[in-house]
């Protein structure tokens, strides 16, 4: 932690010298938001004042007005408006993202997470399709991000009532063996996807 502040004291510093670097400005904007994220219930206490409107401001001018950190911003503020509930512009931001990087994970994941919290059932299954068939590609694979993107392609059919196909992908879920130093991250996903399995077979 003692080495985060000293890094955050050097970006304000530079800042104050020159306040037109504005690659400084994502790493100082990512710190106020997420930390003011992270301790949002304890702003009544003093030294926890509510900075993420802030943050999310001199990312927006990282985005804006960086040389080097242009992208890096757009998909930070893509994860930033997902956790504010401000899904549209975080599928903006990333579908600005697409445009560019068709390809990107960097904007296909938060494509798909704010696609499926706004509802949007059906472009969310082509979104983590197209992760799924690229995380399958890969040469190294624990598998644990192909786990994942099952289990959201079996919530995503479950809500758009596709039964059969919710099933194929959540008993993936649980069939699919992981790498041992990754087994332990996944061990809520088996078990929402069990629940998921058991709910389905119910309505059958």
Same mark, same amino acid.
């Given at each position: 932690?003692?080495?985060v ?6 970006? *304000?510093?530079?800042?104050? +010298? ?9 790493g100082?904007?990512?710190y +106020?938001?997420w ?6 219930h304890f702003?009544?206490l ?7 409107e *802030?943050?999310i401001h001199?990312? $927006? ?6 040389r080097?950190s242009?992208?890096?911003a ?6 930033i ?5 401000r ?5 903006e931001?990333a ?12 904007f296909l ?8 919290h ?8 082509d979104t ?10 890969e040469?190294?694979n624990?598998?644990?991000? *192909?786990?994942?993107?099952?289990l959201?392609?079996? $919530?995503?059919?479950?809500h758009?009532q ?14 699919i063996d992981?790498?041992?130093n990754v *087994?332990?991250?996944?061990?809520d996903k088996r ?8 709910n389905?077979?119910q309505?059958d």
């Amino acid at each position: 932690m003692r080495q985060v502040t000293k890094a955050i004291h050097m970006l *304000e510093n530079v800042l104050e +010298k020159d306040s037109t670097y504005y690659d400084a400005y994502l790493g100082l904007g990512s710190y +106020k938001y997420w930390r003011s994220y992270l301790t949002r219930h304890f702003t009544w206490l003093p030294f926890f004042s509510d900075q993420r409107e *802030e943050g999310i401001h001199l990312i $927006q001018q990282a985005y804006e007005h960086s040389r080097f950190s242009k992208w890096a911003a757009l998909s930070n503020l893509a994860w930033i408006y997902i956790q504010e509930e401000r899904f549209e512009e975080a599928i903006e931001c990333a579908e600005t993202g697409l445009t560019h990087f068709p390809e990107s994970r960097f904007f296909l994941w938060p494509h798909g997470d704010a696609l499926y919290h706004h509802g949007n059932y059906e472009n969310a299954l082509d979104t983590y399709s197209k992760l799924l068939s690229s995380v399958i590609a890969e040469e190294i694979n624990n598998h644990y991000n *192909e786990i994942v993107l099952h289990l959201k392609l079996a $919530q995503c059919h479950f809500h758009l009532q596709n039964t059969i196909l919710a099933q194929r992908h959540a008993r993936r879920v649980l069939e699919i063996d992981a790498e041992p130093n990754v *087994e332990k991250r996944l061990k809520d996903k088996r078990r929402d996807a069990a629940t998921l399995l058991a709910n389905l077979n119910q309505q059958d």
